[in-house]
Nanobody
């Protein structure tokens, strides 16, 4: 079983940057696909990015492509989300998640979730 704890959220002005981190515990982290989703008030949880176990394959939502970068360090059991050029519409609770298998963009495909971290972007 993998357990996930996010950190790094906060308040930032539009155009600014934040770096989210997710610390994973569990013996099989290196075999998981790791992902980030977000959920704004009144909206469904949506895919942001994911990364395969080898770190070489990454996937992004169109809305964040070119602005966000996902990375992982299997030795440290961490996955990060570097968010640049933030926009007010990026405001949401961001969740770290994991699954065994291939990359996926549907939240129902993921097995383990963190508690979430709030990101607020002011205009």
């Amino acid at each position: 079983q993998v357990q996930l704890v996010e950190s790094g959220g906060g308040l930032v002005q539009a155009g600014g940057s934040l770096r989210l981190s997710c610390a994973a515990s569990g013996r099989t982290f290196s075999s998981h696909v790791m992902g980030w989703f977000r959920q704004a008030p009144g909206k469904d949880r949506e895919f942001v990015a994911c990364i395969r176990w080898n770190g070489g394959d990454t996937y992004y939502a169109d809305s964040v492509k070119g602005r966000f970068t996902i990375s992982r360090d299997n030795a440290k059991n961490t996955v990060n989300l570097q968010m640049n050029s933030l926009k007010p519409e990026d405001t949401a609770v961001y969740y770290c998640t994991a699954r065994i298998g291939g990359a996926a963009v549907e939240s129902k495909e993921y097995d383990v979730w963190g508690q979430g971290t709030q990101v607020t972007v002011s205009s």
